[in-house]
């Protein structure tokens, strides 16, 4: 089992930024895919990014390219997404998820979440 934690997220500006942490206890990362969720009103589940164990490839929905990045640091356990130049529509809840792999767009385990609001 493994245990993730969000933290930070909040309220920006349009044009800002935020990051946000994910903690993770259980076991260690270091052979996990690392992913972050967002979840808007109304909306289904969207996969935002993803850091592979394998060669750290990390890959980006087209609607965050450019925009967001996710890092990982295996000693600490963590993971991270910097959300830059943020825009109305990157309001949601934000999810950490981590798996072996993905599996039909999804990974196994998820944190509770947190809420990202930007303002126009």
């Known amino acids: 089992q493994v245990q993730l934690v969000e933290s930070g997220g909040g309220l920006a500006q349009a044009g800002g930024s935020l990051s946000l942490s994910c903690a993770a206890s259980?076991?260690?990362?270091?052979?996990?895919?690392m992913g972050w969720f967002r979840r808007a009103p109304g909306k289904e589940p969207e996969f935002v990014a993803r850091?592979?164990?394998?060669?750290?490839?990390?890959w980006y929905a087209d609607s965050v390219k450019g925009r967001f990045a996710i890092s990982r640091d295996n000693a600490k356990n963590s993971a991270y997404l910097q959300m830059n130049n943020l825009k109305p529509e990157d309001t949601a809840v934000y999810y950490c998820?981590?798996?072996?792999?993905?599996?039909?767009?999804?990974?196994?385990?998820w944190g509770q979440g947190l809420q990202v609001t930007v303002s126009s």
């Open positions: 998820a981590a798996g072996p792999q993905v599996v039909a767009g999804n990974l196994t385990y």
């Open positions: 259980g076991r260690t990362i270091r052979s996990l895919v």
């Open positions: 850091s592979s164990w394998i060669g750290g490839t990390t």
